[in-house]
């Protein structure tokens, strides 16, 4: 069983669409983080929710919108999808806020915006 | 602006060799230190978390140190080989909960 896992690995869509990204973690995890991989490789937040409610809510374009129906799923929705969103979206859990003994990493999703 | 930089950006060394990276982040706000290990192709996998100042941690051939006094981080990585090539994150969590990650170490190891 995948610990963290993200579907779907690739999303290729056109501008001005809407589309979702799912995360689940079969780890009892109290923290879930959605990352951004960006063109020099960073990993960036964007946000953080810790058992469904919303702790980091970096400076993120309010088209991305977090949903957590539950402290295992942590889904990201994207509206009016521009070019600069094309970008591997990572999908990450932690015991707690604290972060300790460290974060499970989902495989990413490649989304590409044409 | 808090901002996690990693040194050298990329390293190539001989199987055999011993290594090692440095990490810097602010000394304040700080709750502790994540270090990550990242092979193409996969998702990053957590090495080591310390949070207090003087923690070494060691995980085989691998190992850390923290120095929170003075912002610095150190991964060292003993006989190198092949399969250690992958790139080394490096992050800072604040005391608000945001883990910020360094850009990496990209790390070669050629038999």
Not at chain 2, 23 to 28: A, Y
Not at chain 2, 31 to 45: F, I
Request: glycine content about 8%; overall charge neutral.
């Amino acid at each position: 069983d995948t610990a963290v896992s993200q579907t779907p690995k690739y999303l290729v869509t056109q501008m001005g669409n809407d589309k979702s990204i799912k995360c689940e973690q079969n780890l009892g995890h109290d923290t879930m983080y959605w990352y951004k991989q960006d063109s020099k490789k960073f990993l960036k937040i964007m946000f953080s929710y810790n058992n469904k409610e919303l702790i980091i809510n970096e400076t993120v374009p309010n088209r991305f919108s977090p949903k957590s129906p539950d402290k295992a799923h942590l889904n990201l929705h994207i509206n009016s999808l521009e070019l600069g969103d094309s970008a591997v979206y990572f999908c990450a859990s932690s015991q707690d806020l604290l972060g300790v003994p460290g974060y499970t990493f989902g495989s990413g999703t490649r989304l590409t915006v044409v | 602006i808090l901002n996690v930089e990693q040194s050298p950006q990329s390293l190539h060394v001989q199987e055999g060799d011993s290594t090692n990276f440095t990490c810097s982040f602010p000394s304040s706000n700080f709750y502790a230190l994540h270090w990550y290990r990242w092979e193409t192709a996969k998702s990053p996998e957590a090495l080591f978390v310390m949070t207090l100042n003087g923690d070494e941690k060691k995980k085989g051939r691998i190992s850390a140190t923290l120095n929170t006094k003075e912002g610095y981080s150190y991964l060292y990585i003993k006989g190198s080989q092949p399969e250690d090539s992958a790139t080394y994150l490096c992050a800072f969590l604040t005391t608000g909960g945001k883990l910020i990650f360094g850009q990496g170490t990209e790390l070669s190891v050629k038999p």
